[in-house]
């Protein structure tokens, strides 16, 4: 049996996982309400599995390991300045960052079950922090860039609502006016905010696995409105297991 803790929307939330059955510690109610859409659990994801092609091998070994990936319906905030910190950054750092935005910045909370957490920092207290506290939070060069960012929200630069009501390549373009904001980091966030999944974002993974398998070019337009999703299948294959020959195919 697994026991997780998850602190995202605002709200604490533990889950328990036995065997393939799957728990979700709070009411019916919030359920419905909250983690239903945040876990995506309305999305058939075997129709989209079904649409890879049969001659791509690779793609169906992929999807085959990667199966039960969702695409999570995450805070458009909270992704922009978690996306910002990925850049040329591991994993464990990248927890550890946000980790110590949160606990220095956010406003602690105490859930039914008496575990502490800390909401994430909203625009207008990033915006108050100096840039010699955000580079004791281990952001480096990036502190730079979460300054500006929140400066740019809070003065209304860029509406965060309006980017939410556009479609994907127009809230692409406004994601791209913040400060550290490139095109993979646009399209991150595109997909696991907006759950915009025609978003392809293509990182150090990707551009391997298309170099690799896909030199003829990778058939996106097959997958037109899930190629976020087919993305995150060839994603997480490479991410654990990487290349091993004839095996993979």
Known sequence: MYRYGLTALGRYLEIEQKENEIKFDCTQEEFDQIWRSYFDLDEDYGKIMGLIDEADAYLAAA???????????QDLWEMIISFIISQQNNL?????????????YGVKKT????????????????????????YACNLGYRSRYIKETALSVLNGEVDLERIKTLPYRAAKEELMKLCGVGTKVADCICLFALHQTDAFPVDTHINRVLAREYAKGFPQGRYKGYAGTIQQYLFYYDLKTGFKGDNNR
């Open 63 to 73: 999807a085959a390991f990667g199966r039960g990936i969702r695409i999570l319906r």
């Open 92 to 104: 464990k750092r990248i927890r550890k960052c946000i980790g110590l935005l949160c606990q220095n």
């Open 111 to 134: 859930a039914e079950q008496g575990t502490v957490y800390y909401d994430f920092p909203s625009p207008k207290i990033l915006a108050q922090v100096t840039l010699e506290e955000l």
